[in-house]
């Protein structure tokens, strides 16, 4: 069973999961839609940085997988038997 230092940890990463969910969704589906010239727009990068940061984060996370990959295979490798 989990702690309730365990369940604290993943509210608070379900809640910030949320939250930029909600964020991300309300810059790059409602904003268009609004005014450039209303208040909301003060809250929210420039619409390029809607396509650059996911596809910096996908790299990132693309970096990082094939990484962990390549140790997990180095480490794994047998060596080869002198006859």
């Known amino acids: 069973m989990a702690t309730g ?14 939250l930029l969910f909600a964020y991300y969704t ?3 589906i409602v904003l268009p839609f609004v005014d450039s010239d209303h208040v909301i727009h003060g809250y929210f990068l420039p619409r390029e940085y809607s396509v650059i940061l ?9 970096l990082c997988v094939g990484t962990f990959i390549g140790i997990v295979t ?3 490798r047998k060596p080869k038997k002198i006859d």
């Not at 230092?5 to 949320?18: E, K, R």
């Open 5 to 18: 230092a365990d369940q604290a940890v993943g509210f608070g990463l379900v809640g910030c999961s949320l």
């Open 26 to 28: 309300i810059w790059v």
């Open 54 to 62: 996911p596809g910096v984060a996908a790299l990132i996370l693309l």
């Open 74 to 76: 180095w480490k794994n």
